[in-house]
């Protein structure tokens, strides 16, 4: 039987989990997460994990930089909740990840918090497409428009009273922009005239590139 993946080491032993991020930040050497100096460190033979920089003069870890940086929760458990996260399509509350992982409830509203500030795409991520590059854009509605009554309800026999489904005028709309294998990004769009959405987030997309609307 395939072994399930939080059975894997590197969510239950923090040694496991450093060597892994290790592996994955440092494949060629430790780097220096103060200075970016890669060559001139040795490692602390009394302290696993830790590294003197030679060139700054300062200690450092592989998690130097990262998310992960000067917390007290074992660097297992962060790998763990990210996991979680990334597995988890509708979200992971705090509570669930306070259970889930065996630690403390304001421990788990921190690192969720951490986790998903550091998994937002940001004013700096860069605009998609490019050259060559298609990106399509495609609208949807979803669920009711705040605050709004869809319509009068009906009395249908066998059923009692039903409310109108939501229209296309009382929902939500909202607007994907997704680069062919590449990104995806996704807007609340207020109005909802025809071509609106080609305009609105043009920021997110290079001048250039010619929209493709699916
Ligand atoms: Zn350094």
């Known amino acids: ?30 780097v220096c997460g103060y200075c970016g100096v890669t060559e001139d460190n040795s490692p602390l033979a009394t302290r696993p994990g830790y590294y003197q920089c ?3 003069r300062r200690q450092f870890t592989v998690t130097v930089g990262t998310v992960f940086e000067r917390s007290h929760i074992p660097l297992n458990k962060w790998l763990m909740a990210a996991a979680l996260l990334c597995a988890s399509k509708k ?26 500030e550091a998994m937002m795409p940001g004013k700096s991520a860069a605009p998609l497409g490019g050259l060559g590059k298609i990106v399509e854009a495609d609208e949807t509605y979803l669920g009711k428009r705040d605050g709004r009554p869809i319509g009068k309800s009906t009395f249908v026999t066998g059923f009692g009273w039903v409310q109108p489904r939501a ?26 005239e025809q071509g609106n959405h080609l305009q609105h987030p043009v920021h997110e997309r290079r001048p250039q590139v010619r929209a493709y609307d699916g």
């Open 1 to 30: 039987m395939a072994k399930a993946a939080w059975e894997n080491k590197l969510f239950h032993d923090p040694a496991k989990a450093r060597e892994w991020l290790e592996k994955l930040l440092w494949p060629d050497g430790p």
């Open 54 to 56: 030679n060139a700054c």
């Open 91 to 116: 979200g992971v509350s705090a509570h669930q990840a306070h259970r889930m992982l065996g630690i403390t409830y304001k421990s788990a509203w921190f690192m969720m918090h951490r986790l998903r």
């Open 167 to 192: 229209r296309y005028q009382t929902q939500r709309k909202s607007v994907s922009l997704v680069e062919r294998g590449g990104a995806v990004r996704s807007f609340k769009v207020d109005s909802r």
